[in-house]
């Protein structure tokens, strides 16, 4: 019954995930930008700003010079939840991949690096008073819900040990529709739980930053403004204005 | 950091020195501070309403609906801040004033919290959740007062990691808060003013050309050498668009002489367009594409009528950001002059060409009294380029002045080129009635000026923009300052510029600054 239930939960939640995602994501690749407006200093040339997207996304590059403390926590959490994402591979995947058995030792791990990481940026919220002035309740409610996914997973694998098997057969199930059991343990099923809030919530919260950041005129145009004249589609129907100088004007 | 320093009478003090110095917040510190608003009739010139419209709130968000429809910027800027807070100390606003609606991400959440509230599933349904708020008329009149209090410098936007940009928001709610009747007077009437007149100053042409000629004979008594100052002169080969602060305020003045004594030894032919008598654009400022396209739109009928083949700016922060990175979309293609040169041009791009042709013969020494550092101004450092390279707004100003002076030091690295710190008077800010906001958000700046005053002695600062160069010149004073330790780069260039045949008191030979150099 639960099962049934957590199968039907997943199925929603994976397609708001992908669909919720998709629609913002096609929004925004169809919000024109009228004019030029990189950060300068900019690179010149798109491949330039491929190499700049990079540092931004592999390193964090600007937060990394405007606010070090951040910076440390942003990237222990994010690589430490990158990690974990890519090790739970194992769960929806037979035989499993030879690259996630290999990262599967630095995976478990990975699970406390993020949690830490997510307790420095939380301590940060609260401690620093411009922080928390800028804070609302859901940007508190967003570092507990990943910290409670973190916390439920790693109690799993070192407090309480769950039928992980069961977990993955259940996993495999629903990439064939079908629902197979679910083990009916605690830490499994809050943890599963909060997995799909988090997954509902993606497209309308805050964590569209990670398609956003691709979005960004700031970061992603191309400074070649005087090269290649750049035209958004209704700038382009602007009425035209007279070529030469009105002759009753200024003279 | 704070030093020990000894005064004149040998008394030891600590003097405190941080450009970065994170005050204390105090809420409501600025709330206050508002610029005047603008007239019915300056709104309407500018085609908006008059007064606060009757029905300003429906009106107000479907204006936020429309504009997050036709600009990415403000849609996806409005979506993905995470409440980091990496550039809640990057505002020189807020490092002035202390009040926390003046940290970037506090004031983009004064139109989010609206934008959340009518365009999000969460804000319809759970608003106290993410902060959403209706729109009620005192969030339009705090919109007012700190949407005023940005100089859209974009230094937050270097900070922030996804290059969120509270300049564009600011300018969103500048055009939302126009659309329903609520303008500045600064800036709608200077807007008004110019597309009657062609300049910010309602300057008419035959003033115009009355003041060209004063400076034409200054520059005769004091070289001896008939340096023209062209204006509305068809055939020209260049056509000078400069800020119109350039024909009458100091140090921009002497600015303007610089351009003419480089054009003069350079040989071109230029000319002055009275009917496109401003490189300032204040449409930017307002946030509104169309009036920003009219406004540009003049610099290419005046092109076109007077049949030059290239345009060179003059000094001027966010003109050149217009001019740079928006002419060509605005007013382009301008595939009628000459494709062998940028189109436009700075003239800093100008004078470091000729410095390394070897055309100006330079005196270094005649600068000898300064001993100088330089302010980038924020538009040019982050809106715009100069020159063929990344970063060429930096290195080609310095460049000219290392050319003509012999005593240069930067200020601390984290206050200039990308980072520089705004002069405070910016975005549309430059109005004596925000006096107390000018003051206050100058302090960085004047900050980490007062360091290399400490430690390099540095006497005078040199700028490219005018609003800063007015800017500076009034708060200079507050912070132990002349007014005119402030200077135009081209100021420096006419000192140093000795033109061929000109009568110089010196005996010896002027060294000639070779290619390279
Ligand atoms: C392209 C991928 C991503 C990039 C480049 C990225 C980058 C960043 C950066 C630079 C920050 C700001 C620093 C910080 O506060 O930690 C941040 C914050 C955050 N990210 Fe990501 N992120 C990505 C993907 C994700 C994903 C997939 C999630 C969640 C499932 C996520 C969750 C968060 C959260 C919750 C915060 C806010 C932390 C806080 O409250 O301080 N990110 N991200
Ligand atoms: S653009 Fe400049 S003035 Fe405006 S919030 Fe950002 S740092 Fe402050
Ligand atoms: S740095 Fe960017 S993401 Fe972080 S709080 Fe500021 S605007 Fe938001
Ligand atoms: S006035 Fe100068 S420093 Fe200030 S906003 Fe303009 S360019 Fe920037």
């Not at chain 1, 809030?197 to 992603?220: C, D, N, Q, V």
């Not at chain 2, 600009?71 to 490092?95: E, I, P, S």
């Not at chain 2, 340096?227 to 009458?248: E, H, N, W, Y």
Request: glycine share 8%; proline share 5%.
């Amino acid at each position: 019954m639960l099962s049934t239930l957590y199968a039907v939960l997943f199925y929603i939640a994976t397609i708001l995930l992908i669909v919720g995602t998709g629609m913002k994501v096609l929004k925004y690749a169809r919000t024109p930008a009228p004019l030029k407006i990189p950060v300068s200093p900019a690179p010149r040339t798109r491949a330039g700003v491929v190499q700049r997207m990079g540092r931004e996304v592999t390193m964090f590059e600007s937060l990394f010079k405007s606010n070090r403390w951040i910076w440390i926590f942003a990237i222990l959490f994010h690589y430490g939840m990158l990690l974990v994402l890519l090790r739970h591979l194992r769960y929806f995947t037979q035989p499993v991949w030879w690259w996630v058995e290999l990262i599967q030792p630095f995976g478990v791990y990975a699970g406390f690096v993020m949690v830490l990481g997510l307790l420095g940026l939380l301590a940060r919220r609260i401690v620093v008073n411009r922080i928390r002035y800028i804070s609302n309740p859901s940007d508190y409610l967003m570092l507990l819900l990943l910290i409670g996914i973190g916390v439920t997973g790693l109690s799993m694998k070192f407090l309480m040990p769950v039928d992980i098997l069961m977990v993955k057969q259940f996993f495999l199930g629903l990439m064939r529709f079908q629902i197979n059991e679910l083990p009916m343990q605690p830490g499994v099923l809050i943890h599963l739980g909060l997995v799909a809030i988090l997954m509902i919530i993606f497209p309308i919260s805050k964590l569209m930053h990670a398609p956003g950041l691709f979005f960004a005129p700031s970061r992603t145009q191309v400074d070649n403004a005087r090269e290649f004249r750049h035209m958004s589609a209704w700038a382009s129907q602007l009425e035209d204005l007279p070529e030469s100088i009105p002759t009753e004007e200024g003279k | 950091m704070a030093r020990l320093e000894i005064d004149e009478n040998g008394t030891e003090k600590y003097v405190v020195r941080d450009p970065f110095h994170i005050p204390d917040m105090e809420c409501g510190a600025m709330a206050d501070t508002n610029s005047f608003k603008a007239a019915p009739d300056h709104n309407e010139d500018l085609g908006f309403p008059g007064e606060l419209l009757e029905n300003w709130q429906e009106v107000a968000i479907a204006k936020m609906g429309e504009l997050a429809k036709k600009n990415r910027a403000f849609q996806v800027y409005l979506d993905t801040c995470v409440k980091c807070g990496a550039c809640t100390d990057k505002c020189h606003f807020f490092l002035g004033t202390g009040d926390p609606k003046n940290m970037p991400v506090a004031r983009q959440d004064l139109l989010r919290s609206v934008y959340r509230r009518y365009y999000t599933f969460a804000g319809k349904y759970f608003p106290w959740l993410v902060g959403a708020r209706d729109l009620t008329k005192e969030v339009l009149d705090e919109w007012y007062t700190y949407y005023h209090q940005c100089s859209q410098c974009r230094r937050c936007s270097v900070a922030c990691p996804y290059g969120i940009d509270t300049a564009e928001i600011s300018m969103a709610a500048r055009e939302i808060l126009d659309s329903v009747g609520v303008g500045q007077k600064y800036c709608n009437e200077i807007i008004a003013k110019l597309k009657k007149t062609g300049n910010n100053l309602g300057l008419n042409p035959k003033a115009l050309r009355a003041t060209l000629e004063d400076l034409e004979e200054d520059l005769e008594d004091e070289t001896g050498i008939p340096v023209k100052l062209p204006l509305d002169v068809k055939g020209a080969d260049i056509l000078l668009i400069t800020p119109s602060a350039d024909f009458f305020a100091e140090p921009h003045i002497d600015g303007l002489l610089g351009y003419a004594k480089v054009f003069h030894a350079a040989g071109v032919s230029w000319t002055i367009s009275s009917y496109a008598s401003e490189a300032a654009n204040f449409g930017m400022f307002i946030g509104s594409y169309e009036n920003m396209r009219e406004v540009s739109w003049r610099i290419r009928q005046a092109a076109k009528d007077l049949g030059v083949k290239r345009i060179v700016f003059g000094e001027c922060g966010h003109a050149w950001r217009v001019g740079y990175s928006f002419l060509n979309t605005l007013a382009g293609p301008f595939d009628f002059l000459d494709q062998s040169y940028p189109i436009p041009q700075h003239i800093m791009e100008f004078t470091s060409d000729a410095i390394d042709a070897g055309i100006l013969k330079i005196d270094k020494s005649r600068n000898d009294e300064f001993i100088m550092t330089y302010h980038d101004s924020c538009n040019v450092a982050r809106g715009s380029a100069m020159g063929r390279k990344e970063g060429g707004q930096f290195d080609l100003p310095r460049k000219v002045i290392k050319a003509v002076v012999n005593n240069f030091h930067d200020m601390e690295r984290d206050t200039i080129r990308e980072n520089t710190f705004c002069c405070g008077g910016g975005g549309g800010l430059l109005t004596d009635d925000l006096m107390d906001l000018r003051i206050k958000g100058a302090k960085p700046r004047m900050t980490a000026l007062q360091q290399v005053t400490a430690d390099h002695g540095v006497t005078h600062m040199a700028a490219i923009c005018a609003i800063c160069k007015t800017q500076f010149s009034k708060v200079m004073p507050k912070y132990g300052y002349e007014m005119d330790n402030i200077m135009s780069v081209h100021q420096l260039v006419a000192n140093a510029v000795i033109l061929d045949g000109q009568e110089t008191e010196q005996d010896d030979a002027p060294e000639t600054v070779a290619a390279g150099e």
